[in-house]
Structure formats: C-alpha cells, structure tokens
C-alpha cells in the first residue's frame, strides 16, 4: 500500500471538494483522512491523505486536478509520505535538543537529523554518542552578517527540509530567515506574545504571572511574531524564582516543540498570513 | 441564508465524500463546515453544515441522496439547524443545572429547557425565578417501577428531543433507559471508569487520588457504562477531603455537562458501538 | 469553637515561626492551618488559621505578640474567622456576575453581596431576581470623573471588604483606585500581560494564539498592571474566531474570577510589590 | 552553609510545631522551607528545611528534639540534604527511562543512577552511552520466586535508596515487595483506579475515554494499589487507536514519573496509610 497527501491552499470556490474527491475517485485512490477548513475571508485549506495499492504517478493527478479545478488562484502539492530531514541548530541548552535526539534514536521523530549546528562547542559530544555529525560555527570575533553567511552555507550543504531552533540563542537577521523562509521553527520559552525578546522567565517572574509557557512558530522577519504551531502552559506559583520557571519552563518547551515538530513533519501546518491552519 | 446538517452513518464506501458533496453541490447548496471520520474497521461517520439562500425541500434532497448512494447500509438525516427542545431531571443539587439555567436564560444553551423535574421539591422556588415549569414527582412511598412510570409518562407530555440527568440521583432502570434510548445524558461525577456508582468523591479521597473528574455520557442500561461524550479533570491533593473533592468537582461536573451539551445539541455526537465520534 | 485568622508580613528574622506559635501556645489556641514565605530577598508572610474552645480577646493576643516579637517590621492582623461584604460593579454580561450571584444565593460564596452596580440597566431586572439591590450610576453625558465620583460616592453607602470588578468595562482613574487601595478586584480577559487594554480576543485572534486565557488580580493605577492573583487558560485552535474565542474565554473568565475570589475572602492573598504571595 | 532536612509524623498534639522550631532556634539553625500538615483524624506531618553556617552534629539536635517533644508516638528523621541512589528497572520501553538517562547525564535528576536492571538486553547499548551499568536479570525459564531472588540479590549489591521501576512489565510478587518496602516506585500507564493490571491503553481505548493518563505511585502488595505520588493526563478522541493513546500517553508516564521523583528524592513524600502527603 502506498500513502500520499495531497494539501491544497487558495482562493475558496463552490465545489472543491467535491471536484478532489472526484478526481482522486477516478484514479481509485482510497481516501484515508481529509480536513478542510475554510477561513471566514474565503481562504481554503485542504488536506487529503490516500492510498493506492499501485505506485501513483502524482504529476497525471496533479494535471488532472488542475484540470477538474481550472483555478489559477489554488496551490496544490502532492507528494508520498515520508520522513522529512532536518538540521537542528543549538547553543548550549540540551533539552530541546535531547527530546529529539531521544525520539530519533529509537525511530520516533518522524524525520531524519542530518546534522546538529551548535554556535557552541559543549554539546558535541552528548550528540557525539547518538552518531550524528556536530557542526560548530562560533559567533566569537564575528559580526553577525559574517556569522550567518557561515551558517547558511554550511546549512547549504544539507538539504533539509526544515532547520529546527532547539533553544538556539541567536536572533536571526530578516536577510538569513528570508533565505530559508518557510523552514525554520523555533521555540521561544514564553507564551508569546507575552514576553518577547530576552529573558522571558526572568520578565515572568517580575510580572508576577501565576502561569508561564512556551510557543513553537514559524521564524519571519519580526523577532518572536511569527506563524505560532504550538504553546501551553504549566501553572507556577510565588515560590517559583525565576530560575524555577526556567527549569520547570524547560519541560513544557520541549513538549512543545516536539508537538509542533509532529505537525509540521505531517505536512498538517499550514501558513494563513500570520496565523497557522492546523488540520 | 438557511443552514441545514446532514449526518450520515453506516459502511464505509469508495466515493461516498465525493457522491455527497456531488449531491449537495448540485443543489446549489454551499458547505460551510464538514467532517467525516471512518472507523478501523470501516464504519463511515458525516457531518455537514450547508446553506443555501432559498429553503429547500430536504426530502428532495434525502433522495437525492439515496439515488447517488445507492447503499442500505448508510443512515442518512437531514435538518434545519435549530434549537433542541430538553427536558431536565434534578434532585437536589442546583450546580448543574444552575449552568444550563443561566445560559438559557441568555440564550446561550442552543436549547428550550420545556420543563424541569425533581424528585424533591428543594429546587422548585429556585427555577420559578427563571420562569419554567417545575415538576415534582416523589419517590417516596413507591417502587422504583411506579415512580419510573410516572416520570415516563409526564415525559411524555412533552416532546424533548433530550432528557437531561443534571445530578439525578435516582437509577434508571433498563426498562426506561429502553424507553428514551440515545436521549438521555447524564453527568457522573468521577472520571469515569474510575469510581462508579455511588459516593464517588468518597471513593476517590480513600484511593488517594491526585486527580478528580467527571464525566457527560449516554446513558444506556449498565450503570455508568454508557457512551462518553465529554471528561475532564482538575488537580486535588492530601489536603482535599472527600467533602472538598465534591466542591471543587462541581466545578467540573457542571462545564463538563454543558460541554457535552453543546456538542449533542449541534449534533456533533454519533453514538458507535459504546463510545462516541464527535465531529 | 471559635476560629480565627492571623496574617503577619514584615521583615523576616530568626525565631519568626518559634515566636509566634509560642504566643499561641500560651493562649491555648490550637493551630489549624499555617502557612509561610520567605521571600529571597527577605520578606516574610505567614497565615495561621487557630481554634479556641472560649471566645478570645484578639486584642491581648495582639499585644502579646507585639511585646514577643519586639518587631516595628512586622504587620500583624487577627480576626474572626467570616465572611466578607462585597459590591460588584458590572456593565452588560452577566457571566461572572451569574457564577457569584448564584453561588451567593446557595451560601457558596463565602461572601456577602451587598449590592451590584451598573453602569448600564440591563442587568437590573436579573440582579433583581436574586433578591439584591441594582444600583445604576450611568456615565452617559458625564466626565470620568464626574461618574468615578458619584460611584465613589454610592460605594461610601456600604462598607464593603472588596469591590469586584465583574467584566465592568470602564477603565479606572488613578485617583479612584487610590480611594479603595487594596480593595479592587478585576477580571480581565486575557491571559496578562498579553493582550492589555482593549478587545483582547481580537489581539489573540490576530496573533493567531493557540492558547486564550483570563487573569483576575488587584487593580493599581496602571491598567492591567496590578498584582495577579490567579490565572487559568484554555485551548483554541485555527476555527476560533475572535468571537469565539469570546465565547470561549468567558468560561475560564468566571471560574478564575470565582477561585481568586475564595482565595482573597479567606484571608489567603497577600500583596507583595506587584505579586501576590498566596498561603 | 549546609542544609538539612527534618521529617516528623506521628501522632498531633498541641504545640509540636512551637516546640520544634525552638529546638532549631537554640541551636542557631536557620528555617529556610517549613511545611505542616494534619490530617483529619490527628496524624501529624512536618517537613523543615533549615541551614547553618556549620556542620550540625544531626545526633545531638535529634536528641534535643526528643527531649523537647517528650513523645513516643512521632518518628523524627534528619538528614543532610544530598543525591539519592537509585537502580532502575525495565523491560523494553526506553521513555521512562529516557527522562532519567538524560537528566542524569546533565545533573538534573537530584539522584545518582548506579545501575539499570533490564529483564530483557534491548536497552543495554542505550544504556551503555551514558556510561551506566545495565545488569540483564532474564526471567526466561525461571519461574517469578527465582527470578525475583535473583533481582533482589542483585539489588542487595547496590545500596539504592530507591527502586524505579521505569516501565519495568513484570508483576512483583508480595514478598518481593516486602523487601523493599517504601523503596518501590512505580510508573503505571492509567489514570489509577482507571483501568487497573494489564493493556490499559487497550482497556481505556475499548471503554471511549476521553481523557488517558498516568500514576506513579509506591508499589505495595496489592497490583496498582499503592499509595498515589503523581497524576496526569491528557486529551484524546475517537481518532486515536489504542496505539495511539499509547503514543502519546508515553509522554505523560515519563513527565509523571519524573515529578513523582523529584518530589521523592527531594524527602517531600510521606506515606500516610495507603495515601501520600506531599509537603
């Protein structure tokens, strides 16, 4: 049996789905789970897993769809099911990072890591043990621009689907996130928007809040404002120092992360201007 | 603009989301929100909301349907969206039905609460001031058949499309579970199947339980065995005695009815086998 | 048996705990509950809860404890254990008026309702079911400080422990919190300190949160900046629109207000800076 | 400075909490964290943490607190704050035991790994990365009374303070149990009482729930019956299979078990009849 999905976006119309299901009917594929969702503007999101006991040629589906649905304004992708491969950038945090070499070491990721990017050196060997390469890219002595130009090249040596920021502790130049833009995820250790930019525990514990969290999202130019995927929560108290909400913050980002990672590896995410469209 | 739901149920088919939408799309008729769900082992369950700018004529449409299917196998309803007519069975405790009273006094319950009855007369003067119907019909003095028949029959003074259990202490015997099948709903104030029966608070404070719950469900003819529609929980530690579990748990128990509430009463809620697909 | 509070906050000093159970102890009071805080830099709070067969002069236990403690740092409070006078402002939704007028009318409030005022008439016939006063101070064709005035003025009628801010959607001169300092309590709907000001859920909509939430705390002279008592959140996700999310978020809204309620009336929330340190 | 950790229970009686924290005073020891609690029929529980610039000779302070407190009936218990010992054990599943590896390998775990048992080799090379002993005890061909001596003897090799049994799928006989008693701690794959014994995740999915969690919890004579450390849980729906709530209910056993040991090794949990107080 072979598993494909199929995602379509664009402008909504009378009729899409039933013109999908039409055609994925003629080609006797076998449709295993479908969502659709309709923005309140008239944007549509559609996403269709199906089967064929045959090896399907997707472009003859593509083109008959294209032609079922004579639209100009609908991104349609069809491709197998298949494990994405991702490169992971880190600093000196392990947490993110371990939930996911964990997961990858005994098959449960859902993608491949093809490499480990650290702007620090003291993480190399605990990835060391999982046998996946290290690559060290210091920012010392370097200006920011050099620093990324370094980082996108040797980015540009993997081909990776997505570049996951696992508590990677350098704000990224609208330049570099234009580069890979669409690919990269981060998690940021507040509930955004509460507490932007640096030291989110730190600015928690002053508040006074009586909850922190985390949010996963998509990077865009704007520091700590893109697409968010995933957050929650975990309940603190006047006991908790800052310190203790960053430890115990710990747990719920890499949660997080790994939930948000789960969706976007499914090709259920989508990107709706500055909002996600999960389905 | 009129809004209808069809909900079809039954064996699982190539093609049924295309010969549906097919169907409606032919109508003229605008899908503005659809789910379908198929089970492991091939039952096919649909939800659709659709609009059209004219009334239409649904048993035109239900043949419609029919023709296109062609299959015995599926059940197949359709109807203007509209409020629920509900009938609410109390005992003593006000919390539940407290919620529903409050927002059906707002019009917020998506339903007309027709009456409410009680086995005791406590809450009567309380849902007067709501203007409705209370109806007291006393156990006491009586086997648990009469005092079943006569709530049957005052039911049946009125055409409830749902009977509400909103903390009814009483046991429904299978006979007039039978009777009222798939309308009845209960709340059960544990995390069900932890804790059935009776005093659950007290069973969970001597287990030592770090968690408590409760639980919205169908009833059928096995004592809390009915299909879950709706659960959740809130955190208690050794400080809780039962007495305080039963406080903080009324907390639950009331969203947790209402929760369930509103998803039945939009017709979102399939019964299959003894659980719930919830669209 | 009498029951009794007391709440000592100040400077933190060795034998703190020593002294202040050993007063007790010569008093022959049992101590029930005792909580305590030290805050990191010093501060400390403490909550005894103490019982007594006889009723005691809590003026000799006061000066008792004065002339142990040798303390000009401290500030110590002993009362009746009892329930606390309220007025609760509103403007037009009713849902957490609802969750405290109807726990009021069964005795669940561990508070008294005084009275309720609107700015608006449209709650008075509900308020008025419940057998309570509605007192209308409408702002229409006044300055702000013309009506903070003339509510000033009507609260000086009642000598109320705390006013409750129940969705009362005008924002608060500086000059009229100052007047009730330490005695305002507003629920606000987001999840602070995101989304100040106004309309929060079509901030969370815009910024396509996957969490909402609500935060009841003490008003000060900045808005939305005082200090938080409780705070709880709930899921949303891509179908949400920011009305519903309003719709939504008014459930967590009255629960959080509600429990940061029985905290406060039961002597349990102390303000510390712009925190709240909860025994 | 150096840190203790003061345990008391036993019987209530007036001015325990007076007479301890004037044993402390006169030997200059400084109350840092102070718990109480009593539970409704007259146990007495106390947890202090207290400093001091100077090593405390712990067998005078104790002597001092038994002269002070004159009872037969409270157990008294102090100790420097320090590292527990732990052996691990389990089966084939490496989550539980994930959490702990890496936490370990990183210094966050509060406790020393000195051995994972494995009644099954599978996890020996994972285990071996982390530079730990994995001891492999086979059950194959031995019957339950041979194969638990010879576990037990292999633990008599190690001084663990405590026994995690992290995913470890193998019953424990009484007597076994007796051995180690307090000792045992183990994670359970159920919201407990929920779906007790074998394949809850079979038995939970089978039953509808709603909601899927995990306990950890001291292991007694009786299966699942022991005294509740930690619950939690999460959300599913008629879409997750019974694997699938094995999935994701993987990541709630690890987080649970987790926090029921941090609260453990940190002294926080008292066993009272077949419940805990955490203090």
Known sequence: ????????????????????????????????????????????????????????????????????????????????????????????????????????????????????????????????KFDLPFITISHEGKSREQHESEVAEALNNYDADYIVLAKYMRILSPAFVEKFQGKLINIHHSFLPAFIGANPYKQAHERGVKIIGATAHYVNSELDQGPIICQDVIQVDHK????????????????????????????KVFISENRTVIL
């Open 240 to 267: 908790h120092s800052a310190k203790d909400m960053a430890r115990v913050g710990k747990d719920i980002e890499k949660m997080v992360l790994f939930k948000a990672l789960q969706l976007v590896f499914d090709d």
């Open 1 to 128: 049996m072979f598993t494909y999905i199929l995602s379509i976006e664009g402008k909504d119309a009378k009729g899409l789905i039933y013109n999908v299901t039409h055609v994925l009917y003629q080609f006797k594929c076998n449709i295993t789970n479908q969502d659709e969702y309709v923005t309140p503007n008239g944007r549509f999101y559609m996403r269709t897993e199906f089967e064929s006991d045959e090896v399907k040629d997707l472009l003859v589906i593509k083109n008959a769809l294209d032609a079922q649905l004579r639209s100009t304004d609908l991104v349609i992708r069809i491709h197998e099911r298949s494990k994405k491969n991702i490169v992971i950038l880190v600093t000196k945090e392990h947490h993110c990072l371990s939930e996911l070499l964990v997961r990858h070491h005994f098959d449960e990721l859902n993608a491949n890591i093809i490499a480990v990017f650290g702007n620090h050196e003291v993480l190399r060997s605990y990835v060391e």
